[in-house]
């Protein structure tokens, strides 16, 4: 992909969430909530579940999640 195709920069990236951090498995900007479907930015995640392997916009969203409630 180059920068002058359109989309370029909104790629969701692919990753596996660890204990206290993730590995990216696929490049890309933004993953997606799991609860509340918004794009969440690399540099702006901070919650996440290892067992669920999924992530979340905030704790709010994160604590739906645990209490089972989407």
């Not at 890309?28 to 392997?53: M, N, P």
Request: with cysteine; proline share 4%; charged share 25%.
């Amino acid at each position: 992909m180059n920068i002058f195709e359109p989309g370029f920069g909104q790629r969701e990236a692919k990753l596996r969430y660890l204990d206290a951090d993730f590995a990216v498995i696929q490049p890309g900007h933004f993953v997606t909530c799991a609860i509340t479907g918004r794009k969440i930015s690399l540099e702006d995640l901070t919650y996440w579940s290892v067992d669920k392997q999924e992530p979340y916009v905030d704790a709010t969203a994160s604590m739906k999640a645990n209490a089972g409630g989407k």
